[in-house]
């Protein structure tokens, strides 16, 4: 199994605390250049005035409903799942004393709710972790209501390109991290995988890349994915750093692509 949607490491190494996930965060928040943040783009998509219940599996650190808490509707409950009992204890701590929020560890292959309680699920990037991806999206289905919506953000099969080239030819191997989220769960193949599960996909395309004027900040992206750290010796991550900041000095800045996008799905 890869380790894209090997669970057992999902918990306990690669989501087992906020660390890996927040590297990431961090460089999209410093560096994207679209001035629309990717949490403004999906919060709007949602449009939660119409909403009395949502759920969202996978919820990281809440980053979603942090940001945009002031626009939170007061009579909406919000219930924020995550894989990882360390996920979920971040995203508590971050909403503490909030009482829209509940939280709570679960896996979205066997949801722990009612069926057809929810008017909207939120899978943000988190699809192609799921070992079975059929049965997370039959759970999707079975627990929103006859008339709600889900959202399944991801990203496609050149996203971050020239990093992982970066990294290639540092290596001598493929680092095809993007490509293998994008097979299991990707923009090229999300609207297929729903539709056997759900009679309307749309798709949404958010634009946007990096320009990253800091060195560190990559190293520390870079170190957090799953697919490169089992390829990159110590000489490696020193030439690494030293490429980025050649690359820096001589452009002023690294240039990076992103391909991401939020799909949703309803029932009827």
């Known amino acids: 199994m890869s380790l894209v949607s090997n669970?057992?490491?999902?918990?306990?190494?690669?989501?087992?605390?906020?660390?890996?996930l927040s590297s990431r965060i961090d460089i999209h928040q410093r560096f994207s250049t679209n001035p629309q943040g990717w949490t403004s783009f999906v919060f709007?998509?949602?449009?939660?005035?119409?909403?009395?219940?949502?759920?969202?599996?996978?919820?990281?650190?809440?980053?979603?409903?942090?940001?945009?808490?002031?626009?939170v509707p007061q009579?909406?409950?919000?219930?924020?799942?995550?894989l990882s009992q360390g996920m979920a204890s971040t995203a508590r701590n971050h909403l503490n004393g909030d009482a829209r929020f509940q939280f709570g560890v679960a896996d979205i292959q066997r949801i722990p709710a009612p069926s057809a309680c929810f008017d909207l699920a939120v899978a943000n990037h988190m699809l192609y972790h799921v070992p079975d991806l059929s049965a997370g999206l039959k759970e999707l289905?079975?627990?929103i209501k006859p008339?709600?919506?889900v959202f399944?953000?991801?990203?496609?099969?050149?996203?971050?390109l020239e990093l992982h080239l970066l990294i290639s030819a540092i290596t001598g191997h493929d680092s095809t991290s993007p490509i293998t989220i994008a097979e299991r769960f990707g923009l090229e193949n999300g609207a297929e995988l729903l539709k056997p599960v759900f009679s309307r996909v749309d798709r949404f395309l958010y634009l946007d890349s990096l320009w990253v004027t800091e060195a560190a900040p990559l190293v520390d992206y870079a170190r957090s994915l799953w697919s490169v750290k089992s390829i990159m010796t110590p000489d490696h991550w020193r030439l690494f750093e030293q490429k980025?900041?050649?690359?820096i000095k001589s452009d002023g800045g690294f240039a990076i692509r992103k391909e991401t996008g939020l799909f949703t799905a309803c029932l009827e």
């Open 141 to 143: 289905a079975r627990v």
């Open 244 to 247: 980025v900041n050649e690359r």
């Open 152 to 160: 399944a953000a991801t990203n496609g099969r050149g996203h971050l």
């Open 7 to 20: 669970q057992q490491y999902l918990i306990g190494e690669q989501y087992r605390t906020a660390a890996n």
């Open 75 to 82: 009579n909406l409950s919000v219930s924020l799942f995550d």
């Open 44 to 71: 709007e998509h949602l449009n939660l005035n119409s909403c009395e219940k949502v759920i969202e599996l996978g919820c990281g650190t809440a980053l979603l409903w942090q940001i945009n808490l002031p626009r």
């Open 147 to 149: 008339t709600g919506r």
